[in-house]
């Protein structure tokens, strides 16, 4: 079966459901973009990034830090209100308040269609793999899916991987301005059983350095096994933070892209899942 490199539907729009912290001076990403007069000069810079990259990777190499990666995509019921949407995704944003161990979160509704009618996403990092064990069996968070989140939904999947960030408190727990605003691209990946070893390796090796080598378009990427137990539909993981909506579609939609997903990706994949949604605080105040 033919697997085309993962896209948004062109005319899909997204809410994110992130209570308002009060708003520093926004990165005007827009205006950067604004400065590129074509694909042509966007390639042309983004070789320029990814010699810099290069450059600068023995350094960076040495500066890395472990993090898990928790990914939950929920199917609400149609007749969803808007006041039940606001409590179950107040109470699961809280949840990092509650107990330890949680160091980022982002969560929102998606508004495109996808094969697996998934409606809402939640994404959450961890320091270390206790704390998303911990996280489990946490009963603020049990009481939370019975009393919050189970009576809305029909639906859930969980996937779980470890992956590495650069060892600096803004990029370990996801602060500062460039993390405030974007859009977060979660893709879930099942590799044919055959292809495990180098053919697996070889192709997240070359979507790490393809998002390393787009530092104007991507805050940060993490990739890595799927740990859940539970979960045995996708192998692998990958997260992606990118500046802006068109950040995110000018690379999907560049030719580096899709000539790597058809390369690297497309012969040893049998399923895969991608949604992103908007990063951009609403409302005034939590709860």
């Keep these: ?59 960076n190499s040495q500066r890395k830090r472990k993090v898990v ?22 109470f699961l944003y809280t949840t990092q ?50 009393k919050h989140v189970l009576p809305y939904c029909h639906g859930l999947i969980n996937v779980d991987y470890e992956a590495e960030v650069e060892d600096d408190i803004l990029p370990i727990f996801r602060k500062g301005e460039e993390f405030n605003y974007g859009v977060e691209f979660v893709l879930l990946i099942s590799f044919v059983d055959n292809a495990f070893g180098a053919p697996v390796q070889h192709a ?23 740990c859940n137990l539970g979960n045995k539909e996708f192998t692998h993981g990958v997260v992606i933070r990118f500046r802006s909506l068109e950040a995110f579609e000018i690379f999907v939609g560049s030719s580096e892209y899709k000539e790597m997903w058809s390369s690297e990706f497309q012969p040893i994949t049998q399923k895969t ?10 409302g005034t105040e939590i709860m």
């Design 97 to 146: 308040y509650q107990m330890r161990g949680i160091v980022a979160i982002s969560l929102g509704r998606i508004s495109e269609e996808n094969l697996e009618n998934y409606t809402h996403a939640v994404y959450m990092r961890f320091q270390i793999k206790e704390d998303l064990a911990k996280f489990y069996e946490n009963p603020f968070y049990l009481g939370v899916l019975k």
């Design 69 to 90: 990666e928790h990914i939950c995509l929920l199917k609400t019921k149609e007749n969803l209100t808007d006041e039940e949407e606001k409590d179950m995704l107040d």
């Design 204 to 226: 997240l090796a070359s979507l790490a350095r393809l998002t390393h080598g787009f530092p104007s378009l991507i805050v940060q990427s993490t990739q890595g096994l799927n």
């Design 1 to 59: 079966m033919l697997i085309q490199a993962p896209t948004p539907s062109p005319t899909s729009t997204f809410l994110i459901h992130q209570p308002l912290f009060p708003r520093s001076a926004s990165l005007n990403v827009s205006r950067v973009m604004n400065t590129w007069s074509s694909r042509r000069e966007l390639s042309r810079r983004m070789v320029v990034s990814a010699a810099d990259d290069q450059s600068n990777s023995t350094a």
């Design 273 to 282: 899942l991608s949604i992103h949604f908007s990063v951009d605080p609403v």
